[in-house]
C-alpha cells in the first residue's frame, strides 16, 4: 500500500505507515474525539495504519457544527473518506455511539457496492436492530443533563466541573446522544464481512444480551469477546490491553 489520500479533516493523530497491510479505523463514543484512540498505533502490529476518525464539533473541528442525525453523518463520513477506504484492505471500529456509526458506515457502502471492511469491530453498543429502551439524555434539562453525564463516568471531571468548557461542549455532547438515541434500524442487505463485538463484563447498560444480536446483522463470521472492566473498559488498563490484543491478532489475520 504506497499511495497517499488528501487530506481529511475526518481523521487526525494520524501516524503514517505507507507500507501498512491494512488499516484501521477507528469512531469514538458520544462526547468523544479523536483523541481517543492516540497512543493505540503503539499498540498495533506495523502493517497496520491507524485513522482515528474525527467528527464535527470537536477539537480540531470545534467550530463546526456537530450533527445530530445518523444520515447526514454517514453520508458525510463516507464521502469524505471515500479516498483512504477505497484504496486498500481496512477495518472499521467503532465504541458505544461510535460501533453504530462504523456500522452504518459499512451498510452505506455495501449498498453503494463500494469497497467493504475485512472486519467490522463494534464495541460496548448493543445491536443496532435493537429498539432504544434506555432514557434519552439529549433532550434533559441543563442540569439533570450534566448529573446523567456525571453518572456514565465518561466525561472528564475537570470538563464536568468547568463551567465555561461545560457551555462550550454541551451542544456537541446533546448533539452525539440525539445521533445515539433518534437512531432506527432500517432493513436492509445484510453486511457479508466478519463481525467481532466486545463488552464489558460489568456494563450494567450493554450486557452481554445485547450484544449477541450482532450477529444477525451479517452472513460472515460472528464472535463475542466479554473484556474486564465496565462501559469504558478501554480506559481501563487491563481491559484495554486485552481489547488491543484481541484488534491486533483479528488485523494479523485479515
Do not use: K
Request: contains cysteine; negative net charge.
Amino acid at each position: 500500500m504506497t499511495t497517499t489520500a488528501r487530506p481529511s479533516p475526518w481523521i487526525a493523530y494520524r501516524v503514517p505507515r505507507p507500507a501498512a497491510r491494512v488499516r484501521l479505523v477507528c469512531f469514538p463514543y458520544a462526547g468523544g474525539a479523536a483523541s481517543l484512540y492516540r497512543g493505540w498505533a503503539e499498540a498495533l502490529p506495523p502493517d497496520v495504519e491507524l485513522l482515528s476518525v474525527q467528527p464535527p464539533g470537536r477539537e480540531s473541528r470545534l467550530r463546526e457544527p456537530p450533527l445530530r442525525d445518523m444520515d447526514p453523518f454517514v453520508e458525510a463520513a463516507d464521502s469524505d473518506l471515500a479516498a483512504e477506504l477505497d484504496r486498500g484492505p481496512y477495518a472499521l471500529f467503532g465504541h458505544s455511539l461510535g460501533a453504530l456509526c462504523a456500522y452504518e458506515l459499512a451498510r452505506r457502502r455495501r449498498v453503494a457496492g463500494r469497497s467493504a471492511p475485512v472486519h467490522l469491530l463494534v464495541s460496548a453498543h448493543q445491536a443496532a436492530q435493537l429498539p432504544w429502551e434506555d432514557e434519552p439524555l439529549h433532550d434533559l434539562p441543563s442540569g439533570r443533563f450534566r448529573e446523567r453525564l456525571r453518572e456514565l463516568r465518561g466525561t472528564p471531571a475537570e470538563v464536568l466541573d468547568h463551567p465555561e468548557l461545560m457551555e462550550l461542549v454541551e451542544p456537541m455532547l446533546r448533539a452525539d446522544f440525539h445521533l445515539n438515541e433518534t437512531y432506527r434500524h432500517r432493513p436492509g442487505p445484510l453486511l457479508g464481512c466478519p463481525i467481532t463485538a466486545f463488552g464489558g463484563i460489568d456494563d450494567g447498560d450493554v450486557p452481554r444480551a445485547r450484544l449477541e444480536p450482532w450477529d444477525e446483522v451479517t452472513r460472515g463470521p460472528f464472535r463475542l469477546r466479554m473484556l474486564p472492566g465496565g462501559h469504558f473498559f478501554l480506559h481501563e488498563a487491563e481491559g484495554r490491553a486485552e481489547l488491543l490484543a484481541e484488534i491486533a491478532r483479528i488485523l494479523r489475520d485479515a
